[in-house]
């Protein structure tokens, strides 16, 4: 158990994105009094410069990988659309983006997407994981531009993220007594 929170601790001290995820997700198997500790400090070391690049780069490469060819698996466009989206709600409000795709669809899609992209969770929630489907232009239009613009202010940003070690080392100690 040590090694795995000393892990733990250092990833959050590192504003690891993944991390933000599995502490935010909807689907919870056991709370603890640990995890209600944990999520009461992780907002204070959130760094929206180092989740914004972890986003857009997996936004980019999936875009590259999956999305390029005339036709693409429909599933392929939420490897891109769900990062694109998430980097669109830090930038817009500077936390943690959420876990389910609804909330970041309902908060940060261009309304006149939102038709085309419901189609596509049709055809995801319905169809086999490998249907083709034409690539869809209007999407990958904002695809393009997001993936873009997001990039050129990524640059720009400055890290302000400047986390301290006191409280991990603290929770640390105190889980540590907790297993004794």
């Known amino acids: 158990m040590p090694g795995d929170l000393q892990k ?11 991390l933000f995820e599995w502490f935010s997700s909807p689907i919870v198997y056991q709370e603890t009094e640990f995890a209600a500790k944990f999520r009461d400090l992780m907002i204070h070391y959130f760094s929206s410069k180092k989740t914004l ?11 590259r990988e999956y999305l390029k060819g005339d036709f693409v698996r429909a599933k392929k466009y939420f490897y891109v659309l769900r990062p694109v989206l998430a980097c669109r709600w830090i930038l817009a ?3 943690p983006p959420p876990m389910l795709f609804s909330e970041l669809m309902k908060a940060e899609l261009p309304t006149e997407l939102i038709g085309a992209v419901n189609q596509l969770l049709g055809l995801k ?11 869809i232009p209007e999407i990958n239009e904002y695809l393009d531009e997001s993936i873009s613009s997001i990039k ?3 640059r720009s940003l400055e890290d302000s993220h400047t986390p301290d070690w006191n409280e991990l080392n603290q929770l640390f100690l105190q889980e540590l007594r907790n297993w004794e």
């Open 8 to 18: 733990t601790l250092r990833l959050l001290y590192k504003s690891n994105p993944t």
């Open 125 to 135: 929630m319905n169809s086999p994981e490998v249907k083709l489907i034409p690539r």
């Open 152 to 154: 050129n202010v990524v």
């Open 53 to 63: 690049h972890h986003y857009i780069s997996m936004a980019e490469g999936n875009y």
């Open 93 to 95: 409000r500077g936390t």
